[in-house]
Nanobody, 121 residues
């Protein structure tokens, strides 16, 4: 199995930057993709960015050019570098990992507990 734990949230002013980290543990070599979702108050959870084990990335339109997702290798943390932050980026950010479970013989998804990002002056 795989576990993920996020860190790095906090309060930042509009236009500022913040970097989120996500540490994976357990069967890390079974992970085929990781990413970040966010959920703002009163809104549905949305996918922010994702990266595959091969390094392919995708972003939701509202963060393109401002956020960068990265992960150097299977043992490295997942990062989300967030620049030019806006008040509408305020949300709880959740890290997730998609991995293959030998025990279940299928792909599973695991989520972290979330970290709050608040963009406000």
């Amino acid at each position: 199995q795989v576990q993920v734990v996020e860190s790095g949230g906090g309060l930042v002013q509009p236009g500022g930057s913040l970097r989120l980290s996500c540490a994976a543990s357990g069967s890390i070599f079974s992970i085929h993709a990781m990413g970040w979702y966010r959920q703002a108050p009163g809104k549905q959870r949305e996918l922010v960015a994702a990266i595959t084990s091969g390094g392919s990335t995708n972003y939701t339109d509202s963060v393109k050019g401002r956020f960068t997702i990265s992960r150097d290798n299977a043992k490295a943390p997942l990062y989300l570098q967030m620049n030019s932050l806006k008040p509408e980026d305020t949300a709880v950010y959740y890290c997730y990992a998609d991995f293959y479970s030998d025990y279940d013989d299928r792909y599973l998804e695991v989520w972290g507990q979330g970290t709050l990002v608040t963009v406000s002056s």
